[in-house]
């Protein structure tokens, strides 16, 4: 199966580039579909697009938890805190969000 994502410029840079490996979401009902061997087309602000396989799915009941195991540098890049990616998170899921849907983490790589 196929899903389609959107990302500001700097995350799809950071993919990209392979320096975040893995995609944070909400386990949302959209992202409940997504099984590892999918294929994810990322799409930045200007409407470029790469194509990447799920390798694998975290589930968790927080970013905060989720970011407990795992290094920044494969959650977006060393340029980032996990303090910082963390705040960025917020603004786009609140913590009532995620406590309703829980967390994903998807990791990806780039076919």
């Known amino acids: 199966m196929t899903h389609e994502m959107n990302l500001q410029d700097k995350y799809f840079d950071f993919i990209l580039h392979g ?4 995609e944070l979401r909400l386990n949302d009902e959209k992202r409940q579909k997504i099984k590892i061997g999918d294929t994810i087309i ?3 602000e200007q409407g470029e697009t790469f194509s990447a396989e799920v390798k694998d799915l975290f589930k968790y009941n927080s970013f905060e938890e989720l970011f407990e195991n795992f290094k920044i540098d494969i959650l977006a890049d060393k340029s980032m805190t996990k303090t910082e990616l963390l705040q960025v ?5 609140s913590a009532e969000k995620q406590k309703e849907f829980s967390v994903l983490g998807i990791l990806v790589e780039i076919s």
């Open 19 to 22: 320096t975040k490996r893995i």
């Open 42 to 44: 990322f799409r930045n």
């Open 89 to 93: 998170l917020s603004e786009f899921y």
